[in-house]
């Protein structure tokens, strides 16, 4: 089998990775790749977003299976672009992305089909919208309905801060047309934990969890980021709660974008607010969770390609899937500035000594060759992932392979899987 990935990241180097290892794949290119991911793949200079690039590179490869690692092609239609060209494609057709394309859609299947999530209004006009945030106080969120990057999102502590969210995405149009409706809910307290299924359109089989990091700063401080670090399993999801979710959340959902005619195909990834009246969703995503797919490949056992297909295909039924015993932890090493404004073209150098345990896997998120020399470009830069006999070892193994790292324009937390071990 011809395999092409689509997308740059540290997760798409986890899934080149995989399927590079998988005895079914014959070739395997990426587009447009990154150093990392040339090492196990035949990287191709078109960006994930060139949908007719895209389709003319599967065909001019001959590409039987493409499977796309981030949110916004799969929101402006690759899957069916690619289909619509005879090419199977791992991931949500358009319409069935829009769980994550608009949080407004997201909300409204919940409501229609009984999916326990936060309380919400939708809003196109600043006036109702603050209406809202006054009648029910705070703390509240402000949510852009589209995609923004990950930077949507606003939990507001106070009245003010909330009404300040709705101007800066109503007034200010911070984020553009994903922002011109928002989203405004309920405050869920509880821990936080991803959930991630793959999905036929008609059966889901539940993957593994982990827990991400997603403050900039040791003990959850600073500002908000795509995530600082991850570890699997994630150890407040008992297998009472990863029932419950199956039951109350991830089938409800397939069931439900089914009857609406939005089949939904792909990997389903369920952020979830673990609360006292049992866990409730916060967030549906279209696509593996990055960071937390560099946590979770390493623990598959079992051939991550055939399931891939089975899910593209509607065969996922009777589906199993085997996991080694064994915690994985990925810290993320970002450049210096990062999430404002990271400082690129900074030398890295020491990757194959970090490497040298065969428990240490090095994912590359952001780097470019510049001649011989590795540089930084981007903001998170590299996921450091270690397997161990638990969440300890392995976070112990990471931050080791780490101290071999030599990057003085790096930074990373030092305390990922903390809320599994307690802190340092
Ligand atoms: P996102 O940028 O969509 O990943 O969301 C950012 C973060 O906002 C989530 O990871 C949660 O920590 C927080 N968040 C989103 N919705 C809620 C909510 N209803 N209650 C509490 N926290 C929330
Ligand atoms: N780690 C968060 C995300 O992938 O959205």
Redesign the pocket.
Known sequence: MRVLVIGSGGREHALAWAIAASPLCDALYCAPGNPGIAEDAVCVPVSADDLDGIVALARRERIDFVVVGPEAPLVAGLVDRLEAAGIAAFGPSAAAAALEGSKGFMKDLCAKYGIPT?GYGRFREAQPAKEFVRRHGAPI?V?ADGLAA????T?AMTVEDALAAIDEAMIGRRFGAAGAELVI?????GE?ASFFALVDGSHALPLATAQDH?RVGDGDTGP?TGGMGAYSPAACVSPEIERAVMERIILPTVRGMGEEGRAYRGVLYA?L?LTRDGPKL??YNVRFGDPECQALLPRLKSDLLPALVAARDGVLDGFDLRWRDEAAVCVVLAAKGYPGDPVKGTEIAGLDAASSDPAVKVFHAATRREGARLVADGGRVLDVVALGKDVADARDKAYAAIERIRWPGGFFRRDIGWRALGRR
Do not use: R
């Open positions: 936060a969120v949510k990950g930077k949507g999102v939990v809910e309920e405050f869920l307290a936080e997603k908000n952020g607010m916060i967030e």
